[in-house]
């Protein structure tokens, strides 16, 4: 039960008294109607698979023809929630297609109804089915945390599992907030936050011990109990008795000035300004609600938005705005129950969650929540009172953040249309993909893939290829380009093939009025990734295979890249190679296609400015994955010509020790302390660097 997400689509169709109809009456029912067409034949596999399912609670899976996963719920009864899909009449049309595409179905049964819901939650979580409402953003959110295992511990933040011992305090909603905190909690308290391999490595006091935002324990300017003094009351701020911790100040630097030892007292004063600046950060700071999650969800034209504001402590630790996927004929309060479950899957969850409106389940989604966090958990719609002012902030947040969304929304949507009509492709890209590669003199060659459509950059979809050609010639962008693609679309052809894929000929106007409904998710805020609520859209917006593919590079680029394509059966995939100008300066690109002449855009083009930042961010990624391996050969260098150890020692020696140097100054029982490295490998890396150096 490591995940909890819930989704309550058919619910909202399927009342308590619908699940009463009986098998022999559906079965009846079904006799007398139409037989033909898809939609009899789903029901006619519910009707099959219902005499067999379980009269307890549960979960039930729902697979198409290809043993595809359409759908996962959970009800009390399986066998009743079964046979109501089966009724003829009575379901809406996103039920009806849903059913339409069912060929079985899978039961699973649980003691309770709630763990009927944990178990739904992790299935959606690994499966995510096609008909779930989902949370596509599975960020985590970042920590700060105060380290518990050394004698002078170190802040920082934290993402992902909390398996480090220490104190962590959020979440907060950005790493933005978490970078602004840190900076001033450094100059507040004088926590070190540099890692221990740096703090056993240092000599000297670092820059940050210079302009005051730290106090120097690893060369011990500051004793080991006055920094545990400083951790403390880091901890009692973080904790939300930052008021006790601000009278601390104020009377030491009250003491200090009295004494006459005014450096100290400005040093209290220097602290005191800190703190204030990072509460200053923290907007509204509601005094009678010390820990809850605040959820409002605002829909418009079918499309939503859902705020979340985090408080702990009593301060307010950010927000952040969510556009789950979700069908369009749902209503704000379904999308956002679906949507709460999924949230705290992977998240810990606050004793008290508030909610703009109220949602079905209520009760049990408090019950599973308690279940997994071990205590009592609250889910609340506030009526009146600072609870209330706390969801109307965030329900006007959400307004305006969907208001943001959509006009941003639809200048892409005319930017993808104009691209279209400047490459003559046949409808709006709704999947770009972008090639670059880098190296120096062909070392450390990297190629790389971004991936852009509807709602902008997807960076969840990047790929990097390390080259693994063995004969290439040193500086060969041809055939570094043959191998990105070739293994690219080589795993396209074989895991997606081209005939399973969605038709594409849509006409120019069709494909414009289909393009008006994409969905645009907060990528650039959260990391979620977009699809489309419109239904007859879903599975194209999902296909895995480009509209268009843009290489950086000229007429050579194209040739190899078209010659690697057409070895591997694939023909009609658009491409286009984007050529710098005679000075390499942006604006002057000229664009080969295949069969065309070359092509060049006006300069003030907004296609071409867009398609500029998509080179650009490409050449980023590459560039970037590129010095990220280069710096990881450099760092390894060392160790390299050590006999017995290969990569994963190397990288567990960097990982435990932080630098080459530490590594050269530790003993031989400090070397044998890292995992994979027993007594007499520990023996030989001793012995590798003491004798070269004597």
Known sequence: MATLTKNIEPEVDLKEEDEESSLPEVEAAIDLADLSGPLAAGRAAIIVHAKHAPAAPGVYRMLDAAGEVLYVGKAKNIKKRVIAYGRPTGHDTRIERMIAATASLEFITTATETE?????????????????VLMRDDKSFPYILITGNHAAPQIMKHR???????DYFGPFASAQAVHRTLTALERAFLIRSCSDAVYESRTRPCLLHQIKRCSAPCTGEIALADYAALVREAK???????????????????????????????????????LSATQAHQGINPRGVPEADVFAAYQQGGFTCIQVFFF????????????????????????????????????????????????????????????????RVEVVVPRRGEKKELTDHALANAREALGRKLAETSSQQRLLAAMAERFALPHPPRRIEVYDNSHIQGSNAVGAMIVAGPEGLRKNQYRKFNIRTAQLSPGDDYAMMR?????????????????????????????????????????????????????????????????????DGGQGQLTAARETLESLGVADVPLVAIAKGTE??????????????????????????????????????AVGSHRQRRSRDIREAGLKEIPGIGPMRRRALLHHFGTLKAIERASMADLAEVPGINAETARRIYGFFHEKAG
């Open 483 to 551: 191998e990105v693609l070739t293994r690219r679309f080589k795993r396209l052809v074989t895991e997606a093939p081209r005939s399973a894929a969605p038709a594409r000929s849509l006409a120019p106007a069709a494909a414009l009025a289909s393009l008006s409904r994409v969905w645009s998710s907060d990528q650039a805020t959260s990391g979620s990734e977009a699809t489309s609520l419109d239904p007859a859209m879903s599975d194209e917006a999902e296909s895995p295979w480009p509209d268009l593919v843009l290489i």
């Open 160 to 166: 992902g599992a909390r398996s480090r011992p220490g």
């Open 312 to 375: 702990r402590t009593g301060q307010n630790w950010g927000n952040r705005a969510y556009f789950p996927k979700a069908d369009r004929s749902l209503p704000s309060s379904a999308v956002l129950g679906s949507f709460l479950a999924q949230f705290y899957d992977d998240k810990p969850c606050p004793r008290c969650i508030l909610i703009s409106e109220d949602i079905a389940d209520r009760t049990l989604l408090a019950e599973a929540l308690t279940t997994k966090s071990g205590r």
């Open 236 to 274: 009692d701020f973080l904790a939300g008795r930052s008021h006790a911790v601000r009278e601390t100040l104020a009377r030491e630097m009250e003491r200090a000035a009295e004494a006459l030892d005014f450096e100290r007292a400005a040093a209290y004063r220097d602290r005191l300004a800190a």
């Open 584 to 621: 390499r300066d942006a604006g002057n690109e000229t664009f080969h296609m295949p069969n065309r002449p070359p092509l060049k855009l006006p300069p003030r083009d907004p296609v071409l400015y867009f398609v500029e930042r998509l080179r650009d961010e490409a050449h980023r990624f």
């Open 116 to 132: 009927a819901l944990l178990l739904e939650a992790n299935l959606i979580k690994r499966l995510r089915p096609r008909f779930n």
